[in-house]
């Protein structure tokens, strides 16, 4: 358990001491992010809480962590990445410039052997089948996407941290529960860099939440984004999609669904996928009467839906694991539709 409890609580309190910092700099700097007829806020916010997110994260791993060359890959792809987003914080890069970052953190993790290499083998039902040159573009699809997904989701306060929190929590349960045959120093890694991770987002929420005094900004957004990414890669079951993309996408679903409708609706409004706009869930939600933190609160308990879903997808060994996951899904259900039902009759 130290692989976890210490990561997580050192993290929390770097970033506990880091947020508040981190706030005051931006502000003496004027580093905030001021209103628009796009965005909900109403008042300049400090945008670079991501420089916590990060040296907090690294402040919870580094001690903890054993000598691995795919573990640096994640390390260095993902410092890479936090870099050109708190560039892109400051001087707003161009699209194009930072999907060609993000492709180069890609090519850094292919470097250090992290890419998805063999999948099962669906149609014979036993087995493996290698992906040859599949494994770059697949690779490169999956961290790319959800790199971009935990960006475009970060539209209320608190919503992406959470978010995060929730999906990464799933994981780390799969991880713990289903037997591992990968390298022992680099699962050991995993889970470290994932509880780091953990610690120092619920620091973060304290402030991020409505009403929100900092911003992740997209140095924070692609930073969680992409370690998330990393790690399911990296840290998969060897052999096998199961890990590596089925039961992570079922933990992001929500933000996963929401970015497919925009891209879907932006082309057939046939305007550039990458235009923002203010039709995400969370916009439809806030329209619907539901408050800043009422959105938030209802959005992270359909993200709980999707970590109970992919916790039984897993098929993980122990059944009293599933039961309770089961149990804790219908309610989780049963208190969402509860919730929206209640809000539409009060805006009835």
């Excluded at 699809?141 to 306060?157: A, C, E, K, P, Q």
């Excluded at 304290?206 to 992740?216: D, G, L, Q």
């Excluded at 879903?309 to 060994?317: F, G, R, S």
């Excluded at 149990?327 to 539409?344: A, D, H, Y």
Aim: with cysteine.
């Amino acid at each position: 358990m130290k692989q976890i409890i210490l990561p997580f609580i050192i993290a929390w309190l770097s970033g506990m001491l880091l947020v508040p910092l981190v706030r005051k700099a931006a502000i003496k700097l004027g580093l905030v992010d001021r209103p628009n007829n796009r965005k909900i806020h109403k008042s300049p916010i400090p945008r670079v809480g991501g420089v916590a997110l990060f040296l907090g994260s690294l402040i919870g791993a580094l001690p903890f962590l054993k000598e691995n060359s795919a573990t640096l890959g994640v390390l260095l792809a993902s410092a890479f990445i936090f870099v050109i987003g708190l560039i892109d914080d400051l001087i707003d890069l161009k699209p194009r410039v930072k999907l060609a970052a993000q492709i180069i953190a890609c090519f850094v993790l292919f470097m250090f052997g992290v890419k998805i290499n063999i999948v099962t083998d669906f149609i014979a039902g036993q087995g493996f089948v290698s992906l040859g040159l599949l494994t770059y573009p697949l690779t490169l699809l999956w961290i790319i996407g959800l790199t971009n997904t935990v960006n475009l989701v970060d539209g209320v306060d608190g919503l992406a941290g959470g978010i995060v929190f929730i999906a990464l929590s799933t994981l780390l349960t799969v991880r713990l529960m289903i037997p591992q045959v990968q390298d022992p120093a680099l699962m050991s890694n995993v889970l470290v860099i994932s509880a780091s991770t953990m610690g120092v987002l619920l620091a973060f929420l304290k402030y991020n939440v409505f009403p929100a005094s900092i911003f992740m900004g997209d140095s924070g957004a692609y930073f969680l984004g992409f370690v998330t990414a990393a790690l399911s890669v990296a840290g998969g079951a060897k052999g096998s999609i199961l890990f590596p993309l089925i039961v992570p996408l079922i933990a992001f679903g929500l933000p996963v669904f929401d970015v497919i409708f925009a891209i879907l609706r932006r082309f057939f409004k046939k305007v550039p996928i990458f235009q923002a706009d203010k039709e995400h869930l969370h916009h439809r939600l806030l329209n619907r009467g539901f408050t800043q933190r009422e959105t938030t609160r209802f959005l992270w308990m359909v993200s709980s839906c999707f970590g109970f879903v992919a916790v039984l997808v897993a098929d993980i060994p122990h059944r009293g694991i599933q039961a309770v996951s089961g149990v804790c899904l219908v309610i989780m259900m049963f208190l969402c539709v509860s919730q929206f039902i209640r809000k539409s009759n009060e805006r009835k």
